[in-house]
């Protein structure tokens, strides 16, 4: 079975700060992971996914995550928030298959 | 290309009516997912077909739930009668393969359903 668990519910940052927005993970098997962002009224968009390959993981929108398999983390960054990126974020776990496990998000504000 | 389509966007109806949500998914696209997602959690799976078949419905409430894939394109989800807890998005989504490893799912916009 695959799980995994956001950090913060909520994370506020200033625009031009770090954006850090954390995920463990608990599988079983070895994982795909992966995170999307949600804005407002709108439907679940895949920023990157790990699938085994690469550990350092580049995606959308500036974007990227590093999978540490000694931590069982895949935490989010992106140097610069900009007002555009807050959203939602949902991390993500499949064993391979095509069942996404999702964890609870985590609301991102971003202030000026 | 035409992304995932769901109709209607938004439903409030009473405890004990009936509700349906179309799910009109990329051309293509083999297998399609419905998932629920109540306010402050992630989406959860309900039930995955593969063209007109059933994969996965485990978390499916059967007794109230049901979901058909018309012709291995579009997909219905029903609720009868519906409960105050059936309150959430109802999202759909649709990925190309057919494989079992893992193949990149689309979502749609969404359903909001509101049952008073």
């Known amino acids: 079975a695959q799980s995994v668990t956001q950090l913060g519910s909520h994370v506020s940052v200033s625009e031009g700060a770090l954006v850090l927005l954390r995920c463990n993970y608990s599988s079983s098997v070895p994982p795909y992971l992966f995170w999307y962002v949600q804005y407002p009224n709108q439907g679940l968009q895949l920023l990157l996914k790990y699938t085994s390959a690469a550990t350092l993981v580049k995606g959308i929108n500036g974007f990227e995550a590093e999978f540490k398999k000694s931590e069982t983390s895949f935490h989010l960054t992106k140097p610069s928030a900009h007002m555009s990126d807050a959203a939602e974020y949902f991390c993500a776990v499949t064993g391979g298959g095509n069942k996404l496990t999702f964890g609870t998000g985590t609301q991102l504000k971003v202030e000026l | ?116």
């Open chain 2, 1 to 116: 290309e035409a992304g995932v389509a769901q109709s209607p966007r938004y439903k409030i109806i009473e405890k004990r009516q009936s509700v349906a949500f179309w799910c009109n998914p990329i051309s293509g696209h083999a297998t399609l997912y419905w998932y629920q997602q109540i306010l402050g959690q992630g989406p959860k799976l309900l039930i995955q077909f593969q063209n007109n078949g059933v994969v996965d419905d485990s978390q499916l409430p059967k007794d109230r739930f049901s979901a058909e894939r018309l012709k291995g394109v579009d997909s219905t989800l029903k609720i009868q009668p519906a409960k105050l807890e059936d309150s959430a998005v109802y999202l759909c989504a649709s990925s190309p393969g057919t494989s079992h490893l893992y193949n990149e799912q689309f979502f749609g916009p969404g359903t909001r359903l509101t049952v008073l």
